[in-house]
Protein backbone atom coordinates (compact mmCIF):
# COMPACT_ATOMS: atom_id res chain seq x y z
CA UNK A 1 0.00 0.00 0.00
CA UNK A 2 1.45 3.25 -0.55
CA UNK A 3 2.41 5.48 1.90
CA UNK A 4 0.21 8.69 1.48
CA UNK A 5 -2.62 5.99 1.31
CA UNK A 6 -2.08 4.28 4.50
CA UNK A 7 -4.35 5.09 7.72
CA UNK A 8 -6.93 6.99 5.47
CA UNK A 9 -10.17 4.65 6.48
CA UNK A 10 -13.11 5.44 8.38
CA UNK A 11 -13.03 5.10 11.86
CA UNK A 12 -13.76 2.39 13.54
CA UNK A 13 -15.02 0.51 16.23
CA UNK A 14 -11.86 1.19 18.22
CA UNK A 15 -12.13 4.61 17.77
CA UNK A 16 -10.51 6.94 15.04
CA UNK A 17 -8.11 5.95 12.93
CA UNK A 18 -4.87 6.66 12.79
CA UNK A 19 -1.51 7.90 10.36
CA UNK A 20 0.95 5.29 10.44
CA UNK A 21 4.18 7.07 9.58
CA UNK A 22 6.57 5.23 7.36
CA UNK A 23 9.91 5.08 6.15
CA UNK A 24 11.21 5.95 2.50
CA UNK A 25 11.15 2.59 1.22
CA UNK A 26 13.69 3.98 -1.40
CA UNK A 27 16.14 4.24 1.16
CA UNK A 28 15.19 1.28 3.43
CA UNK A 29 15.58 -1.77 0.67
CA UNK A 30 14.65 -4.88 1.65
CA UNK A 31 16.81 -7.40 3.73
CA UNK A 32 18.49 -9.33 1.25
CA UNK A 33 18.57 -13.33 2.15
CA UNK A 34 21.81 -13.98 3.83
CA UNK A 35 24.63 -16.77 2.64
CA UNK A 36 25.98 -17.78 5.19
CA UNK A 37 25.55 -17.20 9.19
CA UNK A 38 28.24 -14.28 8.86
CA UNK A 39 27.20 -12.31 6.36
CA UNK A 40 24.65 -10.86 9.60
CA UNK A 41 26.38 -8.49 11.49
CA UNK A 42 25.04 -9.96 14.88
CA UNK A 43 27.33 -12.85 14.08
CA UNK A 44 30.39 -10.35 14.18
CA UNK A 45 28.19 -8.76 17.36
CA UNK A 46 29.21 -11.90 19.40
CA UNK A 47 31.77 -12.74 18.11
CA UNK A 48 33.60 -9.49 19.66
CA UNK A 49 31.33 -9.97 22.61
CA UNK A 50 33.32 -13.39 23.22
CA UNK A 51 36.35 -12.28 21.90
CA UNK A 52 36.10 -9.36 24.62
CA UNK A 53 35.52 -11.54 27.31
CA UNK A 54 38.34 -14.21 26.99
CA UNK A 55 40.39 -11.56 26.94
CA UNK A 56 39.54 -9.29 30.30
CA UNK A 57 39.85 -13.31 31.76
CA UNK A 58 43.06 -13.88 29.89
CA UNK A 59 44.85 -10.81 30.92
CA UNK A 60 44.27 -10.91 34.63
CA UNK A 61 42.28 -12.04 37.44
CA UNK A 62 42.54 -8.83 39.62
CA UNK A 63 39.91 -6.20 39.34
CA UNK A 64 39.40 -2.73 38.16
CA UNK A 65 37.45 -0.15 40.25
CA UNK A 66 34.47 -0.68 39.09
CA UNK A 67 34.57 -4.24 39.26
CA UNK A 68 35.60 -4.72 42.43
CA UNK A 69 32.66 -2.09 43.74
CA UNK A 70 30.26 -4.81 41.91
CA UNK A 71 31.85 -7.91 43.85
CA UNK A 72 31.84 -6.24 47.10
CA UNK A 73 28.27 -4.70 46.34
CA UNK A 74 26.62 -8.29 44.79
CA UNK A 75 27.14 -10.37 48.08
CA UNK A 76 23.33 -9.56 48.58
CA UNK A 77 20.44 -8.24 47.26
CA UNK A 78 19.53 -4.66 48.54
CA UNK A 79 16.61 -1.90 47.06
CA UNK A 80 19.49 0.39 47.01
CA UNK A 81 23.49 0.78 47.38
CA UNK A 82 24.85 3.78 48.60
CA UNK A 83 25.15 6.23 45.51
CA UNK A 84 24.17 4.01 42.64
CA UNK A 85 20.61 2.36 41.59
CA UNK A 86 20.15 -1.56 42.58
CA UNK A 87 19.49 -2.71 38.87
CA UNK A 88 23.22 -3.10 37.65
CA UNK A 89 24.29 -5.14 41.19
CA UNK A 90 20.86 -6.97 40.89
CA UNK A 91 22.24 -8.51 37.34
CA UNK A 92 25.39 -9.24 38.99
CA UNK A 93 24.31 -11.10 41.65
CA UNK A 94 22.25 -12.92 39.07
CA UNK A 95 25.54 -13.75 37.37
CA UNK A 96 27.18 -14.73 40.34
CA UNK A 97 24.99 -17.01 40.77
CA UNK A 98 25.48 -18.91 37.57
CA UNK A 99 29.46 -18.72 37.41
CA UNK A 100 30.71 -17.92 40.82
CA UNK A 101 32.20 -14.12 41.66
CA UNK A 102 34.70 -13.93 39.29
CA UNK A 103 36.41 -11.76 36.49
CA UNK A 104 34.76 -14.41 34.24
CA UNK A 105 31.46 -13.07 35.63
CA UNK A 106 32.19 -9.48 35.90
CA UNK A 107 33.12 -9.97 31.67
CA UNK A 108 29.85 -11.90 30.96
CA UNK A 109 27.54 -9.21 32.45
CA UNK A 110 29.30 -6.05 30.84
CA UNK A 111 30.06 -7.18 27.59
CA UNK A 112 26.17 -9.19 27.23
CA UNK A 113 24.85 -5.27 27.84
CA UNK A 114 27.27 -3.66 25.52
CA UNK A 115 26.08 -6.66 22.66
CA UNK A 116 22.35 -5.44 23.88
CA UNK A 117 23.09 -1.90 23.37
CA UNK A 118 24.41 -2.36 19.88
CA UNK A 119 21.60 -5.23 19.25
CA UNK A 120 18.82 -2.18 20.46
CA UNK A 121 20.42 0.48 18.36
CA UNK A 122 20.36 -1.48 15.19
CA UNK A 123 16.70 -2.24 15.90
CA UNK A 124 16.41 1.29 16.24
CA UNK A 125 18.10 1.77 12.98
CA UNK A 126 16.20 -1.11 11.42
CA UNK A 127 12.56 1.00 11.96
CA UNK A 128 14.31 3.94 9.68
CA UNK A 129 16.85 2.84 7.27
CA UNK A 130 17.93 -0.64 5.32
CA UNK A 131 20.37 -3.24 6.81
CA UNK A 132 23.44 -1.25 6.36
CA UNK A 133 22.49 2.06 7.17
CA UNK A 134 21.41 0.69 10.64
CA UNK A 135 24.28 -1.17 11.07
CA UNK A 136 26.53 2.02 10.43
CA UNK A 137 24.40 3.61 13.30
CA UNK A 138 24.54 0.68 15.52
CA UNK A 139 28.53 0.00 15.06
CA UNK A 140 29.15 4.05 14.89
CA UNK A 141 28.98 3.89 18.85
CA UNK A 142 32.15 1.89 18.54
CA UNK A 143 33.44 5.23 17.56
CA UNK A 144 32.14 6.68 20.90
CA UNK A 145 34.92 6.72 23.54
CA UNK A 146 33.16 6.82 26.48
CA UNK A 147 31.50 3.31 25.30
CA UNK A 148 33.38 2.14 22.67
CA UNK A 149 37.05 2.27 25.10
CA UNK A 150 36.43 3.40 28.49
CA UNK A 151 33.53 1.24 29.03
CA UNK A 152 36.50 -1.59 28.07
CA UNK A 153 38.37 -0.41 31.00
CA UNK A 154 36.29 0.08 33.51
CA UNK A 155 32.95 1.06 33.75
CA UNK A 156 29.59 -1.08 34.98
CA UNK A 157 26.37 1.33 35.34
CA UNK A 158 27.10 3.39 32.12
CA UNK A 159 27.41 0.46 30.00
CA UNK A 160 23.73 -0.25 31.33
CA UNK A 161 21.59 2.97 31.13
CA UNK A 162 23.31 3.15 27.43
CA UNK A 163 22.14 0.11 26.26
CA UNK A 164 18.63 1.59 27.89
CA UNK A 165 18.40 4.79 26.21
CA UNK A 166 19.25 2.49 22.91
CA UNK A 167 16.17 0.31 23.62
CA UNK A 168 14.23 3.36 24.11
CA UNK A 169 15.02 4.84 21.26
CA UNK A 170 13.84 1.62 19.63
CA UNK A 171 10.77 0.97 21.09
CA UNK A 172 9.38 4.86 20.60
CA UNK A 173 10.67 4.62 16.65
CA UNK A 174 8.65 1.21 16.90
CA UNK A 175 5.60 2.56 18.27
CA UNK A 176 4.78 5.38 16.14
CA UNK A 177 5.21 3.33 13.05
CA UNK A 178 2.46 0.92 14.67
CA UNK A 179 1.44 1.26 18.79
CA UNK A 180 0.97 -1.52 20.33
CA UNK A 181 0.40 -2.13 24.18
CA UNK A 182 2.87 -4.41 24.46
CA UNK A 183 5.42 -2.05 23.04
CA UNK A 184 4.10 0.71 25.68
CA UNK A 185 4.59 -1.99 28.31
CA UNK A 186 7.70 -2.89 27.06
CA UNK A 187 8.98 0.70 26.74
CA UNK A 188 7.54 1.43 30.59
CA UNK A 189 9.77 -1.57 31.06
CA UNK A 190 12.85 0.20 29.68
CA UNK A 191 12.60 3.31 31.18
CA UNK A 192 12.26 1.67 34.86
CA UNK A 193 15.27 -0.10 34.06
CA UNK A 194 17.14 3.07 32.98
CA UNK A 195 16.26 4.96 36.16
CA UNK A 196 17.46 1.77 37.88
CA UNK A 197 20.45 1.97 36.22
CA UNK A 198 21.39 5.61 36.15
CA UNK A 199 19.41 8.48 37.82
CA UNK A 200 20.34 10.45 34.97
CA UNK A 201 18.19 8.48 33.21
CA UNK A 202 15.59 10.78 33.82
CA UNK A 203 16.89 13.24 31.39
CA UNK A 204 16.87 11.02 28.77
CA UNK A 205 13.25 10.50 29.41
CA UNK A 206 12.40 13.97 29.82
CA UNK A 207 14.31 15.08 26.40
CA UNK A 208 12.92 12.20 24.48
CA UNK A 209 9.33 12.73 25.66
CA UNK A 210 9.01 16.31 25.40
CA UNK A 211 10.42 15.83 21.38
CA UNK A 212 8.13 13.07 20.51
CA UNK A 213 5.19 15.03 21.79
CA UNK A 214 5.84 18.33 19.97
CA UNK A 215 6.06 16.22 16.99
CA UNK A 216 1.92 15.48 15.82
CA UNK A 217 3.09 11.86 14.32
CA UNK A 218 4.43 10.81 17.19
CA UNK A 219 2.08 12.79 19.95
CA UNK A 220 -0.61 10.85 17.92
CA UNK A 221 1.50 7.37 18.59
CA UNK A 222 2.14 8.12 21.88
CA UNK A 223 -1.54 9.46 23.17
CA UNK A 224 -3.18 6.38 21.49
CA UNK A 225 -4.96 3.52 23.03
CA UNK A 226 -2.76 1.28 25.27
CA UNK A 227 -0.32 4.40 26.06
CA UNK A 228 -1.26 4.24 29.25
CA UNK A 229 0.95 1.01 30.01
CA UNK A 230 4.00 3.15 29.54
CA UNK A 231 3.83 5.36 32.88
CA UNK A 232 2.13 2.59 35.02
CA UNK A 233 4.91 -0.06 33.94
CA UNK A 234 7.38 1.95 34.34
CA UNK A 235 6.08 3.02 38.07
CA UNK A 236 5.75 -0.25 39.10
CA UNK A 237 9.44 -1.15 38.14
CA UNK A 238 10.84 2.04 40.10
CA UNK A 239 8.46 2.31 43.53
CA UNK A 240 10.29 -0.75 45.51
CA UNK A 241 13.30 1.45 44.96
CA UNK A 242 11.74 4.74 45.09
CA UNK A 243 10.75 3.75 48.83
CA UNK A 244 14.22 3.55 49.65
CA UNK A 245 15.41 6.27 48.13
CA UNK A 246 13.21 8.32 50.11
CA UNK A 247 14.97 7.15 53.24
CA UNK A 248 18.27 7.58 51.85
CA UNK A 249 18.55 10.62 49.61
CA UNK A 250 21.77 11.97 50.82
CA UNK A 251 23.15 8.68 50.80
CA UNK A 252 22.12 8.34 47.15
CA UNK A 253 23.12 11.72 45.99
CA UNK A 254 25.61 12.92 47.87
CA UNK A 255 28.53 11.26 45.77
CA UNK A 256 26.96 12.51 42.63
CA UNK A 257 26.70 16.07 43.44
CA UNK A 258 30.25 16.10 44.64
CA UNK A 259 31.41 14.65 41.33
CA UNK A 260 29.16 17.35 39.56
CA UNK A 261 31.10 20.32 41.12
CA UNK A 262 27.97 22.32 41.91
CA UNK A 263 28.79 25.79 42.98
CA UNK A 264 27.16 29.09 42.01
CA UNK A 265 30.45 30.86 43.09
CA UNK A 266 32.26 29.22 40.34
CA UNK A 267 32.83 31.20 36.82
CA UNK A 268 30.08 29.68 34.55
CA UNK A 269 33.21 29.58 31.74
CA UNK A 270 34.61 26.59 33.52
CA UNK A 271 31.40 24.50 33.16
CA UNK A 272 30.80 25.66 29.68
CA UNK A 273 34.42 24.72 28.63
CA UNK A 274 34.10 20.86 30.54
CA UNK A 275 30.86 20.54 28.72
CA UNK A 276 32.29 21.22 25.09
CA UNK A 277 35.07 19.08 26.27
CA UNK A 278 32.59 15.95 27.02
CA UNK A 279 30.57 16.63 23.86
CA UNK A 280 33.83 16.83 22.12
CA UNK A 281 34.97 14.17 23.83
CA UNK A 282 31.93 11.81 22.79
CA UNK A 283 31.69 12.29 19.38
CA UNK A 284 34.44 13.99 17.77
CA UNK A 285 36.25 10.62 16.94
CA UNK A 286 33.04 9.26 15.04
CA UNK A 287 32.48 12.76 13.40
CA UNK A 288 36.22 12.85 12.06
CA UNK A 289 36.20 8.94 10.40
CA UNK A 290 32.73 9.82 8.88
CA UNK A 291 33.33 12.69 7.47
CA UNK A 292 36.98 10.92 6.14
CA UNK A 293 34.85 8.12 5.03
CA UNK A 294 31.93 10.37 3.23
CA UNK A 295 33.48 13.97 2.55
CA UNK A 296 31.03 16.44 1.42
CA UNK A 297 28.11 14.10 0.81
CA UNK A 298 27.02 14.67 4.01
CA UNK A 299 25.37 18.26 3.14
CA UNK A 300 25.21 17.96 -0.67
CA UNK A 301 21.76 17.59 -1.82
CA UNK A 302 20.52 14.09 -2.26
CA UNK A 303 17.09 12.09 -0.88
CA UNK A 304 15.04 13.37 1.35
CA UNK A 305 15.07 11.37 5.17
CA UNK A 306 14.63 8.42 5.84
CA UNK A 307 11.34 9.74 7.80
CA UNK A 308 11.02 13.55 7.99
CA UNK A 309 9.02 13.29 11.68
CA UNK A 310 11.58 11.34 13.31
CA UNK A 311 14.26 13.65 12.10
CA UNK A 312 11.96 16.36 13.83
CA UNK A 313 12.32 14.26 16.97
CA UNK A 314 15.91 13.97 16.60
CA UNK A 315 16.51 17.25 16.62
CA UNK A 316 14.15 18.87 19.30
CA UNK A 317 15.54 16.34 21.56
CA UNK A 318 19.30 17.27 20.99
CA UNK A 319 17.77 20.84 21.54
CA UNK A 320 16.59 19.99 24.52
CA UNK A 321 19.35 17.87 26.07
CA UNK A 322 21.75 21.12 24.30
CA UNK A 323 19.06 23.58 26.81
CA UNK A 324 19.34 21.46 29.72
CA UNK A 325 22.78 20.95 29.63
CA UNK A 326 23.53 24.41 29.47
CA UNK A 327 20.92 25.52 31.87
CA UNK A 328 22.82 23.25 34.37
CA UNK A 329 26.62 24.69 33.52
CA UNK A 330 24.83 28.81 33.18
CA UNK A 331 21.88 28.11 36.51
CA UNK A 332 23.07 25.48 38.72
CA UNK A 333 27.23 25.93 38.67
CA UNK A 334 27.57 22.44 37.43
CA UNK A 335 31.41 22.28 35.87
CA UNK A 336 31.58 18.43 36.01
CA UNK A 337 29.62 17.04 33.40
CA UNK A 338 32.54 14.19 31.76
CA UNK A 339 31.86 12.18 28.64
CA UNK A 340 30.57 9.16 29.85
CA UNK A 341 27.12 10.91 31.82
CA UNK A 342 26.59 12.47 28.55
CA UNK A 343 26.96 8.94 26.38
CA UNK A 344 23.62 7.79 27.04
CA UNK A 345 22.23 11.33 25.77
CA UNK A 346 24.40 11.34 22.60
CA UNK A 347 24.59 7.65 21.94
CA UNK A 348 21.77 8.12 18.73
CA UNK A 349 23.67 11.04 17.02
CA UNK A 350 25.17 8.38 14.51
CA UNK A 351 21.56 6.91 14.02
CA UNK A 352 20.18 10.80 13.35
CA UNK A 353 22.73 11.47 11.19
CA UNK A 354 22.23 8.45 9.18
CA UNK A 355 18.87 8.92 9.11
CA UNK A 356 18.71 12.71 7.99
CA UNK A 357 20.99 11.08 4.55
CA UNK A 358 19.88 8.16 4.21
CA UNK A 359 21.23 8.39 0.31
CA UNK A 360 24.70 7.16 1.90
CA UNK A 361 23.78 3.57 2.33
CA UNK A 362 24.50 3.56 -1.17
CA UNK A 363 27.44 5.81 -1.83
CA UNK A 364 30.26 3.89 -3.13
CA UNK A 365 32.86 4.83 -0.02
CA UNK A 366 30.53 3.14 2.44
CA UNK A 367 32.88 0.11 2.44
CA UNK A 368 35.53 2.83 3.89
CA UNK A 369 33.37 3.73 6.90
CA UNK A 370 32.95 -0.19 7.78
CA UNK A 371 36.58 -0.68 7.09
CA UNK A 372 36.83 1.93 9.53
CA UNK A 373 34.97 0.65 12.22
CA UNK A 374 36.28 -3.20 12.11
CA UNK A 375 39.62 -1.66 12.28
CA UNK A 376 39.08 0.64 15.54
CA UNK A 377 37.23 -2.84 16.86
CA UNK A 378 40.35 -4.84 16.66
CA UNK A 379 42.65 -1.97 18.01
CA UNK A 380 40.28 -2.00 20.90
CA UNK A 381 40.43 -5.78 21.23
CA UNK A 382 43.93 -5.60 21.34
CA UNK A 383 44.05 -2.59 23.53
CA UNK A 384 42.48 -4.15 26.15
CA UNK A 385 44.41 -7.30 25.78
CA UNK A 386 47.80 -5.27 26.17
CA UNK A 387 46.85 -2.60 28.65
CA UNK A 388 48.42 -3.55 31.90
CA UNK A 389 51.78 -4.43 30.01
CA UNK A 390 51.74 -1.18 28.45
CA UNK A 391 50.80 0.94 31.89
CA UNK A 392 53.44 -1.45 33.63
CA UNK A 393 56.20 -0.66 30.97
CA UNK A 394 55.38 2.88 31.57
CA UNK A 395 55.81 2.57 34.99
CA UNK A 396 52.82 3.62 35.89
CA UNK A 397 51.51 0.21 38.27
CA UNK A 398 47.52 -0.48 36.78
CA UNK A 399 45.60 -2.25 39.55
CA UNK A 400 45.46 -5.11 37.03
CA UNK A 401 48.85 -5.57 37.12
CA UNK A 402 48.58 -6.89 40.79
CA UNK A 403 49.01 -10.41 42.18
CA UNK A 404 45.27 -11.72 42.88
CA UNK A 405 46.39 -15.49 42.69
CA UNK A 406 49.78 -14.95 44.10
CA UNK A 407 48.04 -13.43 47.34
CA UNK A 408 45.56 -16.02 47.95
CA UNK A 409 48.24 -18.64 48.03
CA UNK A 410 50.00 -16.28 50.17
CA UNK A 411 47.41 -16.39 52.72
CA UNK A 412 46.49 -19.67 52.40
CA UNK A 413 49.84 -20.60 53.39
CA UNK A 414 49.66 -18.09 56.55
CA UNK A 415 46.73 -19.87 58.22
CA UNK A 416 44.01 -18.06 56.43
CA UNK A 417 40.90 -20.77 55.97
CA UNK A 418 39.05 -19.14 53.40
CA UNK A 419 35.67 -19.17 54.34
CA UNK A 420 35.99 -16.62 57.46
CA UNK A 421 34.74 -13.17 57.27
CA UNK A 422 37.50 -10.90 55.44
CA UNK A 423 37.95 -7.32 56.41
CA UNK A 424 39.50 -5.26 54.20
CA UNK A 425 40.72 -1.48 54.65
CA UNK A 426 39.41 -0.49 51.13
CA UNK A 427 36.80 -1.76 48.78
CA UNK A 428 39.29 -2.79 45.94
CA UNK A 429 41.33 -5.51 48.59
CA UNK A 430 37.42 -6.52 49.63
CA UNK A 431 36.43 -7.19 45.74
CA UNK A 432 39.33 -9.03 44.57
CA UNK A 433 39.46 -11.38 47.57
CA UNK A 434 35.76 -12.00 47.14
CA UNK A 435 36.73 -13.31 43.99
CA UNK A 436 39.25 -15.44 45.50
CA UNK A 437 37.29 -16.89 48.37
CA UNK A 438 33.81 -16.73 46.85
CA UNK A 439 32.61 -18.43 50.48
CA UNK A 440 33.63 -15.61 52.56
CA UNK A 441 31.79 -12.56 53.78
CA UNK A 442 33.80 -9.72 52.50
CA UNK A 443 33.18 -6.01 53.81
CA UNK A 444 35.54 -2.90 53.45
CA UNK A 445 35.97 -0.65 56.20
CA UNK A 446 36.86 2.93 55.63
CA UNK A 447 36.22 6.69 57.26
CA UNK A 448 34.64 7.21 53.60
CA UNK A 449 31.73 5.36 54.49
CA UNK A 450 31.63 4.85 58.07
CA UNK A 451 33.38 4.65 61.32
CA UNK A 452 36.36 1.86 60.44
CA UNK A 453 36.21 1.09 64.48
CA UNK A 454 32.89 0.44 64.43
CA UNK A 455 32.71 -1.14 61.40
CA UNK A 456 35.39 -3.58 62.32
CA UNK A 457 33.65 -4.64 65.83
CA UNK A 458 30.46 -5.09 64.12
CA UNK A 459 32.00 -7.35 61.68
CA UNK A 460 34.02 -8.91 63.95
CA UNK A 461 31.42 -9.59 65.81
CA UNK A 462 29.43 -11.26 63.87
CA UNK A 463 31.98 -13.33 62.83
CA UNK A 464 32.76 -14.66 66.64
CA UNK A 465 28.63 -15.19 66.97
CA UNK A 466 29.19 -17.42 63.64
CA UNK A 467 32.43 -19.27 65.23
CA UNK A 468 34.57 -17.75 62.87
CA UNK A 469 37.62 -16.37 62.81
CA UNK A 470 38.67 -13.36 60.79
CA UNK A 471 41.09 -11.45 58.40
CA UNK A 472 42.20 -7.57 58.30
CA UNK A 473 43.76 -6.88 55.63
CA UNK A 474 45.44 -3.74 53.67
CA UNK A 475 47.18 -2.90 50.42
CA UNK A 476 50.37 -0.60 51.15
CA UNK A 477 49.52 2.29 48.57
CA UNK A 478 46.00 2.39 48.82
CA UNK A 479 45.31 2.02 52.92
CA UNK A 480 44.24 5.46 55.00
CA UNK A 481 46.38 6.95 57.59
CA UNK A 482 45.89 5.22 60.88
CA UNK A 483 43.84 2.14 59.82
CA UNK A 484 45.15 -0.17 61.45
CA UNK A 485 44.93 2.05 64.85
CA UNK A 486 41.35 2.48 64.21
CA UNK A 487 40.92 -1.64 63.04
CA UNK A 488 42.63 -3.00 66.33
CA UNK A 489 40.11 -3.67 68.53
CA UNK A 490 42.19 -4.50 71.21
CA UNK A 491 46.45 -3.82 71.52
CA UNK A 492 48.15 -6.35 69.33
CA UNK A 493 51.42 -7.10 67.26
CA UNK A 494 52.22 -5.40 64.24
CA UNK A 495 50.37 -6.71 61.26
CA UNK A 496 52.24 -8.86 58.94
CA UNK A 497 53.28 -8.15 55.84
CA UNK A 498 53.63 -9.50 52.17
CA UNK A 499 55.32 -9.05 49.33
CA UNK A 500 54.78 -10.32 46.31
CA UNK A 501 56.00 -8.94 42.82
CA UNK A 502 53.99 -7.18 40.23
CA UNK A 503 53.03 -8.62 36.84
CA UNK A 504 53.69 -7.57 33.57
CA UNK A 505 55.91 -4.53 34.64
CA UNK A 506 58.95 -3.36 33.94
CA UNK A 507 62.37 -4.61 35.99
CA UNK A 508 63.26 -3.09 38.66
CA UNK A 509 59.45 -1.69 39.80
CA UNK A 510 58.71 -2.18 43.42
CA UNK A 511 56.58 -4.99 44.69
CA UNK A 512 52.89 -4.59 46.00
CA UNK A 513 52.91 -4.91 49.73
CA UNK A 514 50.38 -6.30 51.69
CA UNK A 515 49.43 -5.67 55.40
CA UNK A 516 47.46 -8.55 57.48
CA UNK A 517 46.21 -10.01 60.50
CA UNK A 518 44.52 -13.12 60.84
CA UNK A 519 42.38 -14.30 64.09
CA UNK A 520 41.77 -17.96 63.95
CA UNK A 521 38.41 -19.36 65.28
CA UNK A 522 38.62 -18.83 69.42
CA UNK A 523 42.22 -17.21 69.00
CA UNK A 524 42.71 -14.52 71.46
CA UNK A 525 41.49 -10.44 69.76
Avoid at 161 to 171: I, K, S
Avoid at 511 to 524: E, F, I, K, S, V
Wanted: proline share 7%; charged share 15%.
Amino acid sequence: MDCALRGRGAPGAHGPHRVEPCMNTATAPATPPLRSPIDHPLFWLLAMTLAHVAVRVAVSPALKWDEAEQMLWSQQLALGYGAQPPLYTWLQWGVNALVGPSVLALALLKQALLALAYVFMYLAGRELLGPRGAFWASASMLLLPPLGWYSIRDQTHTVLVTAMACAAWWLLLRIVRRPRAADFAWLGLVCGCGLLAKYSFALVMAALLAAALSVPESRRALLSRGGWWAPLVCLLVVLPHAWWLLGHVHEATGETVGKLQISAERAPVQGVARLIEGVAGTLALWAAVALWAFRSAWWRGGAAPAAPWAQRVFERYLAGVALALTGMVLVAGVSGLKGRWLLPLLCMVPLAAFAARPALQQHPRGRRYTAAIAAVAVVILIAAGIRPWFSGLRGEVDELNHPATELALALRAAGYDGVSPIIAADHMMAGLLRTRFPQAAVDACTSEEEDVRACVKADVARAQAAGRGWLLISRADRVEPGWWDKAALAPADPPQTLTLPLHMVREGTAPAQYHYRWHAAGAPS
